[in-house]
């Protein structure tokens, strides 16, 4: 982030306040898309790509304010930003963090280059919790307060329009793209899990939300439906979603993370999602030969059941779906996608090129996406790359060599006649 201004070049400020998004979102009648902050894979390229295929808003892994406000070592890995305006990405700039000061110093640095800053309160990790950062501050319902007020200060004091999205309604149009006048939002947010007795989550957003009538604490929440405790494997609790939509959805936009796997297998429906366009990829070869997509506009409805044959719990007050494991295997989930198809390695390699990563990242990045994914069909038929091709990628020891690798296996698909269609 620093070196790029020592060496002159000029990042442009994002105009969009992330409000907007959520309002834009449900003019076109559904839920915003979000990319989940993942330790270190919600690097610029990859939410560039993920962003390309629909999604509205992306946050920056977990940063730690501590570190971000001392080191400018820290502030140029941990916030990487595109020096070019063509497309703004909206960003979201997470932190860790149990200090208003160190908070609200974070938001200063960084609000000049992202749309908003989220405080996680959601990281289970051991390590994270040791240090009274992520789920731990679950206990801490005053500290959260504390900490999201003083940064809402600051950054007014800073100049950033906090209280007011900085456009009119009509500045914003169907690609997002905001202008009006010269004042810039900024906005802030947290990120929870639930406790086992929801009593208590009940009073943490209340305490954390602030008086109703007047000035919020915060623009919206994002809730994953999990204990601290509770691992990735066990399903979210429901019943915690239905409740806290309800009580607090009203109030405040609400996002959902977890189990957000395609859009056609959620575990609850919304007047929002229905209906959704869905993508599958289909072989005329063997399954260790997958295919390639064509650009065909997604518009029927998903092949694939219901896994639950029971009704769907109906959560009317979302706002929003946050991915990320789904959203990792599949940046173009939200375009509609069961699985990844190959016009998304494509975009994403081509901003690895403009947007560095290390090697060894960009190869696990490609691995999660040329492999089964998290769609409803889970096996070699839904991979872009047989086991034994991932396998080979990860053997491969430069950039180079890799463009070279997987430009031969999509010759070698399109040799073999492989198509994609629409899943009708």
């Known amino acids: 982030m620093d070196s790029e201004e020592e060496n002159g070049a000029q990042l442009p400020q994002p105009k969009i306040h992330p409000l907007k998004l959520f309002d834009l979102a ?52 941990d916030l990487t ?41 959601g990281c289970p990790q051991s390590w994270a919790c040791a240090e009274t ?17 003083a940064t ?40 929870i899990r639930v406790h086992k007795d929801l009593r208590q989550t009940v009073d ?27 691992p990735s494997s066990v399903p979210i609790n429901l019943e915690a979603l239905e409740l806290l939509t309800s009580m607090f959805g009203k109030k405040v936009p609400i996002l959902v993370s977890g189990d957000v796997f395609t859009l056609s297998t959620l575990p609850y429906t919304s007047h929002l999602l229905d209906p959704q366009p869905t993508f599958t990829t289909t072989t005329t070869t ?28 109906n959560i009317p007050n979302l706002s929003g779906l946050m991915s990320a494991r789904a959203l990792l295997a599949n940046p173009a989930l939200f375009a509609g996608y069961d699985a990844c198809p190959w016009d998304a390695v494509d975009v994403f390699m081509n901003n690895v090129a403009r947007a560095p990563l290390p090697l060894k990242l960009a190869v696990h990045h490609l691995n999660e996406m040329c492999g089964p994914g998290f769609g ?6 839904a991979s872009l790359l047989s086991k034994k091709e991932r396998i080979r ?27 994609a269609r629409l899943a009708r």
Request: hydrophobic residues 35%; charged residues 25%.
């Open 26 to 77: 449900r003019s076109q009648n559904r839920l915003l898309y979000a990319c989940a902050p993942m330790v270190r894979y919600s690097k610029l390229a990859f939410r560039q790509t993920a962003h390309h295929f629909g999604t509205d808003l992306c946050w920056t892994p977990m940063i730690l304010a501590k570190e971000f406000n001392r080191s400018p070592v820290a502030r140029d890995s």
């Open 81 to 121: 930003m595109s020096t070019t305006g063509d497309t703004e990405v909206p960003t979201i700039a997470q932190f860790g963090a149990n200090d208003p000061v160190e908070l609200s110093r974070a938001a200063s640095l960084a609000a000049p280059f992202v749309n908003g800053v989220d405080l996680n309160c």
């Open 133 to 149: 950062l992520g789920a731990a501050l679950m206990n801490r319902r005053e500290l959260v307060r504390d900490m999201v007020v």
């Open 152 to 191: 809402r200060e600051r950054l007014a004091r800073d100049g950033w329009d906090v209280d007011s999205f900085g456009a009119t309604n009509n500045d914003v149009n169907e690609n997002g793209n905001g202008g009006g006048d010269n004042r810039v939002g900024r906005s802030v947010s947290v990120k």
């Open 204 to 230: 943490f957003i209340t305490t954390v939300l602030g008086d109703e009538h007047n000035r919020r604490n915060i623009d919206w929440l994002t809730i994953h439906p999990r204990t601290r405790n509770t």
């Open 286 to 313: 063997t399954a260790t030969t997958p295919n390639e997509p064509s650009s065909s506009s997604p518009n029927a409805s998903s092949p694939y059941p219901s896994p639950n044959p029971n009704p769907k719990i």
């Open 376 to 381: 409803p069909d889970r096996n070699a038929a």
């Open 393 to 419: 990628l990860n053997e491969i020891g430069n950039w180079i060599d890799v463009i070279d690798y997987m430009d031969e296996i999509r010759s070698q698909r399109r040799g073999n006649g492989g198509v």
